[in-house]
C-alpha cells in the first residue's frame, strides 16, 4: 500500500522522461520474471511468448496479426545490458533536451524515432530477401532520436567526459551514431540499419521544429553577436549556473528568461 500511495504522490510530476524509462524497465521486469519462474504458454515459454507479442517482426503475416508492435518493440528489452545502456542514453540526453523542450516533445521525438526506425526495419526486411523472418526488440531506434535532437538542439553544449575534458554534445552523439553504423556489418544489419533511421528522424524532427519557430508572422528571434563562434567566459559561467540550478531543482524552477537565455548560450 506504500509504494501504491508513493507512486499515486509522485506520478504527476514526473516527467514524459521518467515515464518513458519506467515502461521500459517495466516490460524488461514482467520478462524477466516470465522467464525466471520457468511458466509456460502455448507453444513455448511463458517470456518467449511475451517477447513474441511485443517485438516487431520482419514477417508481413505476423505484423498483421500483433499490428500493436511498431509501438510496443521500443519499449521492450531481453538483455539487461540492452536496457541499461539504452536508458542511459535516454536519461543523459533526455534530461538536456528537457532544458529546451518540453516532455510533451521529448515523447514526440521518442515515439517518431522508434516508428521511422519499425518501417526501416520492415522496408529491410521486405527488399532483403531474408531467408527467414527476423524480429527486433530495444529503444535503439527512439533513444537515438533522442541523441540526434539533442545535439542539433544543442549542438555546442559541453559536457565535461572524464580523461577527455570538455567535449561539445554534437561530436559525443556523432561518435554514439558512428559506432551503431560501425555495426551494420555484423548479424543484426536491419536492426541498426533501423537504429540509424531513428536518428535521422530525431534531427529531421527539430529541424522542423526550428523552421516552424522562425517562421511564425511576427517572430523576431534575437541572437546576441558572437564572432568567435564560440562560447565566452560570462556566458559559460552563467550557463554553468543555470545547470547548477536545473540539476538542483529541476527544469521547471527555471524562469521563461533564464530558459530562453539557456538556450540562446547553447545554440552559441
Known amino acids: 500500500m506504500a509504494v501504491i ?27 524477466r520474471i516470465a522467464a525466471a519462474t520457468g511458466a509456460s504458454a502455448a507453444g513455448g515459454s511463458m517470456a518467449q511468448t511475451l517477447v513474441d507479442r511485443l ?20 519499449f521492450t528489452h531481453y538483455e539487461v545490458m540492452h536496457l541499461i545502456f539504452n536508458m542511459l542514453w535516454l536519461y543523459w ?47 535503439s531506434a527512439a533513444v537515438l532520436a533522442v541523441v540526434a535532437a539533442t545535439a542539433v538542439a544543442l549542438p555546442r553544449l559541453r559536457i565535461n567526459l572524464m580523461l577527455i575534458g570538455p567535449v561539445e554534445i554534437r561530436w559525443i552523439a ?56 564560440r562560447v565566452g567566459t560570462d556566458d559559460r559561467k552563467q550557463l554553468d549556473m543555470l545547470l547548477d540550478k536545473i540539476r538542483i531543482s529541476g527544469y521547471a524552477s527555471l524562469t521563461p528568461e533564464e530558459r530562453r537565455t539557456l538556450f540562446e548560450i547553447s545554440r552559441k
Open 5 to 31: 500511495e508513493l507512486i499515486r504522490n509522485r506520478a504527476p510530476r514526473w516527467s514524459a522522461l521518467t515515464w518513458i524509462i519506467i515502461a521500459c524497465a517495466a516490460v524488461f521486469v514482467i520478462v
Open 55 to 74: 517485438a516487431l517482426s520482419s514477417d508481413a503475416a505476423a505484423l498483421m496479426s500483433r499490428p500493436w508492435t511498431p509501438f510496443t518493440y521500443m
Open 93 to 139: 540526453f533526455g534530461t538536456l533536451l528537457l532544458t529546451v523542450f518540453s516532455g510533451t516533445r521529448l515523447m514526440a521525438v521518442y515515439l517518431t524515432g522508434g516508428l521511422a526506425g519499425a518501417a526501416t526495419y520492415l522496408l529491410f526486411g521486405l527488399t532483403a530477401s531474408l531467408t527467414a523472418p527476423h524480429s527486433m526488440v530495444g529503444a
Open 174 to 229: 556523432l561518435a554514439i551514431v558512428a559506432l551503431d553504423a560501425a555495426a551494420i556489418g555484423g548479424t543484426s544489419i536491419g536492426a541498426h540499419i533501423a537504429h540509424l533511421a531513428g536518428a535521422a528522424a530525431g534531427v529531421l524532427f527539430m529541424i522542423k521544429i526550428r523552421r516552424t519557430a522562425t517562421s511564425r508572422p511576427g517572430t523576431v528571434r534575437h541572437r546576441p553577436e558572437n564572432t568567435s563562434g
